[in-house]
T-cell receptor, first 113, second 111 residues
Framework: KAGVTQTPRYLIKTRGQQVTLSCSPISGHRSVSWYQQTPGQGLQFLFEYFSETQRNKGNFPGRFSGRQFSNSRSEMNVSTLELGDSALYLC????????????FGPGTRLLVL | DAKTTQPPSMDCAEGRAANLPCNHSTISGNEYVYWYRQIHSQGPQYIIHGLKNNETNEMASLIITEDRKSSTLILPHATLRDTAVYYCIVRVASGYSTLTFGKGTMLLVSP
């Protein structure tokens, strides 16, 4: 079974732009969670989607948003990019998000200049 | 979710067993112990998890003390490719629970 895939793997943007990242979960998994990893803050939870609905949200500004499609694929969007948004963005999938193991994708490395 | 404490770094010789400790003294009865590792700039990789019994899979063994206040991840024959940051995470067994990552243990396997 294929693992979690994320596209693109690397991205360079400039301040003020917006960016959309994509995540395809493991086949059959319906819960997708997003995390941000920076050297200073470590791995932090952004939000979780299940059945096209955001169920949980971390402590991030409204510039960070996401959505999930009927095939469980998910996208996250960051608007009005800031230098501090430079990070590794990770998504993880699980069957239903109800206590099962989460499996991570390789991440998207975003650099904001 | 209960907090965990791990040493910031450990060294291990290639071919030897690597024993990574984790303290989780405030763990609740319905919380699992999970281990993930992250090789530089890659996504975290799931290793193993357990509730109270010792667990073993093809990657590692997990030993949980009887009082569940600490655990040890054992890589029986460490290789250079096991060099990574290892995270010990406690999370509830049901309902959605985000994975709360601490700083983990940087394991360096040397020839």
């Amino acid at each position: 079974k294929a693992g979690v895939t994320q596209t693109p793997r690397y991205l360079i943007k400039t301040r003020g732009q917006q960016v959309t990242l994509s995540c395809s979960p493991i086949s059959g998994h319906r819960s997708v969670s997003w995390y941000q990893q920076t050297p200073g803050q470590g791995l932090q939870f952004l939000f979780e989607y299940f059945s096209e609905t955001q169920r949980n949200k971390g402590n991030f500004p409204g510039r960070f948003s996401g959505r999930q499609f009927s095939n469980s694929r998910s996208e996250m969007n960051v608007s009005t990019l800031e230098l501090g948004d430079s990070a590794l963005y990770l998504c993880a999938s699980s069957l239903t998000g109800n206590g099962e193991t989460q499996y991570f994708g390789p991440g998207t490395r975003l650099l904001v200049l | 979710d209960a907090k965990t404490t791990q040493p910031p770094s450990m060294d291990c010789a290639e071919g030897r067993a690597a024993n990574l400790p984790c303290n989780h003294s405030t763990i609740s009865g319905n919380e699992y112990v999970y281990w993930y590792r992250q090789i530089h700039s890659q996504g975290p990789q799931y290793i193993i998890h357990g509730l109270k019994n010792n667990e073993t899979n093809e990657m590692a063994s997990l030993i949980i003390t009887e009082d569940r206040k600490s655990s040890t991840l054992i890589l029986p024959h460490a290789t250079l490719r096991d060099t990574a940051v290892y995270y010990c995470i406690v999370r509830v067994a049901s309902g959605y629970s985000t994975l709360t990552f601490g700083k983990g243990t940087m394991l360096l396997v040397s020839p």
